[in-house]
Nanobody, 121 residues
Framework: QVQLVESGGGLVQAGGSLRLSCAAS????????VGWFRQAPGKEREFVGR????????YYANSVKGRFTISRDISKNTVYLQMNSLKPEDTAVYFC??????????????WGQGTRVTVSS
């Protein structure tokens, strides 16, 4: 069973930075792309970005392009989401997912529990 755990969320002021982590727990090892998604109160879950198995390729939603960066640490079996220049509209619960590809939540099979990010103005 693939088990993912997100961490690093919290409260930050607009313009600040935050780094989220997505760790494969136990004996789980990433074997496919890892995607980041977010869900704001009352809104649908939306795509943030994804990283390839090798970590060589990344793709981002237009809303976060240039501000967010996804990376992998193979030795730690962890994927990161570095968020800079945060805006209040970035406020959401952030999820990592694997076992799929593309920009749709339906394309991913395994999900973490989420970590909450709140950006104040």
């Amino acid at each position: 069973q693939v088990q993912l755990v997100e961490s690093g969320g919290g409260l930050v002021q607009a313009g600040g930075s935050l780094r989220l982590s997505c760790a494969a727990s136990g004996r789980t090892v990433f074997t496919s792309n890892v995607g980041w998604f977010r869900q704001a109160p009352g809104k649908e879950r939306e795509f943030v970005g994804r990283i390839s198995l090798s970590g060589a390729f990344t793709y981002y939603a237009n809303s976060v392009k240039g501000r967010f960066t996804i990376s992998r640490d193979i030795s730690k079996n962890t994927v990161y989401l570095q968020m800079n220049s945060l805006k209040p509209e970035d406020t959401a619960v952030y999820f990592c997912a694997t076992g799929g590809r593309g920009s749709s939540p339906q394309q991913y099979d395994y999900w973490g529990q989420g970590t909450r990010v709140t950006v104040s103005s």
